[in-house]
């Protein structure tokens, strides 16, 4: 059941469109300085650290922040100490709608997919099946604290991990990364829309399931 919550926008989201939501909190995240940026970056980087749901997590995918989203780098600057190897997703070349998910390094070259964002070349044997990630950190346009997210609206990762309903033992961990101004009260849930397991912003982590 969902429980109401005090949030920095409409308290009944539900009665306005997925469109108009995303369009208003896209405008807020945006309205953030740069200083305020890398403040939350570095935030959200610490909270990341110490996620119990990444201690053991080798193999993470990733995302190159834009559009004002929160930023991973400085947590992946971090992280890489650790051993963690980490993947950028790239747009499927046969599968229309589907993310394939290419090693990132600091040496990896990138070119930017049919929507302008940078991404690795692909290439078929360096790609790790998604089943095979341990963690997803993806970026999010709006959540609610019942697992509820609101992307860009493509639904490439929904199509990408629907298999997570049918074998959730082979499941990576899906963790939302946002900035607190976009928590919501309640999203308008949609019966493709994959649930996540955490939500990590600059102030604090939310632990799902």
């Given at each position: 059941?969902?429980?109401?919550?005090?949030?920095?926008?409409?308290?009944?989201?539900?009665?306005?469109?997925?469109?108009?939501?995303?369009?208003?909190?896209?405008?807020?995240?945006?309205?953030?300085?740069?200083?305020?940026q890398k403040k939350s970056a570095a935030q959200m980087a610490q909270h990341l650290l110490a996620?119990?749901?990444?201690?053991?997590?080798?193999?993470?995918?990733?995302?190159?922040?834009?559009?004002?989203?929160?930023?991973?780098?400085?947590?992946?600057?971090?992280?890489?100490?650790?051993?963690?190897?980490?993947?950028?997703?790239?747009?499927?070349?046969?599968?229309?709608?589907?993310?394939?998910?290419?090693?990132?390094?600091?040496?990896t070259i990138l070119r930017p997919n049919r929507f302008g964002i940078p991404e690795p070349v692909?290439?078929?044997?360096?790609?790790?099946?998604?089943?095979?990630?341990?963690?997803?950190?993806?970026?999010?346009?709006?959540?609610?604290?019942?697992?509820?997210?609101?992307?860009?609206?493509?639904?490439?990762?929904?199509?990408?991990?629907?298999?997570?309903?049918?074998?959730?033992?082979?499941?990576?961990?899906?963790?939302?990364?946002?900035?607190?101004?976009?928590?919501?009260?309640?999203?308008?849930?949609?019966?493709?829309?994959?649930?996540?397991?955490?939500?990590?912003?600059?102030?604090?982590?939310?632990?799902?399931?």
């Amino acid at each position: 059941m969902r429980t109401p919550l005090t949030a920095p926008f409409d308290p009944h989201p539900e009665q306005s469109s997925r469109s108009a939501i995303r369009k208003a909190l896209r405008q807020r995240r945006r309205s953030l300085s740069q200083a305020q940026q890398k403040k939350s970056a570095a935030q959200m980087a610490q909270h990341l650290l110490a996620s119990p749901s990444l201690y053991r997590a080798r193999h993470i995918a990733v995302y190159l922040a834009n559009d004002g989203e929160i930023d991973p780098a400085p947590y992946l600057r971090a992280a890489r100490s650790r051993g963690i190897q980490f993947y950028l997703p790239v747009l499927h070349p046969f599968r229309d709608g589907h993310m394939v998910f290419t090693p990132f390094t600091e040496s990896t070259i990138l070119r930017p997919n049919r929507f302008g964002i940078p991404e690795p070349v692909f290439d078929g044997p360096e790609n790790r099946p998604a089943w095979a990630l341990d963690a997803v950190l993806l970026p999010l346009v709006g959540f609610d604290l019942d697992g509820g997210r609101l992307g860009m609206g493509g639904g490439f990762y929904d199509r990408t991990f629907a298999f997570v309903r049918r074998t959730p033992r082979l499941a990576p961990k899906l963790i939302g990364l946002a900035h607190e101004i976009q928590r919501v009260a309640r999203l308008p849930i949609e019966p493709w829309d994959i649930p996540l397991q955490g939500i990590v912003t600059e102030q604090r982590r939310y632990d799902l399931q």
